[in-house]
């Protein structure tokens, strides 16, 4: 499985951005997909997830700002950002689940800066 992840950039504080994440490869195989990001300085940390029948699971910090989705028929998972903060800056990494292996795409920066 191969992850592209795109949608990111540069964001006032109180704007929206939208990432998405297509997967190639053997999609049908994928349970969860989600998002993680890792701001300079700390560690790599869960934004959201979503599992293959739409159950989904946010970090504390993004509940009610930020939502996850999935097509499931195209391998595609989206985020979509809303009410951005400057502590969202971070780099932002697509991630899945397929047969007990779990895949990682490139990262793709947003920053909230006015």
């Known amino acids: 499985v191969q992850l592209q992840a795109s949608g990111g950039g540069l964001v006032q504080p109180g704007g929206s951005l939208r990432l998405s994440c297509a997967a190639s490869g053997s999609i049908s195989s994928i349970s969860f997909m989600g998002w993680y990001r890792q701001a300079p300085g700390k560690q790599r940390e869960l934004v959201a997830d979503i599992t293959s029948d739409d159950m989904t699971n946010y970090a504390d910090s993004v509940k009610g700002r930020f939502t996850i989705s999935r097509d499931n028929a195209n391998g595609t998972v989206y985020l979509q950002m809303n009410s951005l903060k400057p502590e969202d800056t971070a780099v932002y990494y697509c991630?899945?689940?397929?047969?007990?292996?779990?895949?990682w795409g490139r990262g793709t920066l947003v920053t909230v800066s006015s």
């Open positions: 991630n899945c689940w397929s047969l007990r292996r779990s895949y």
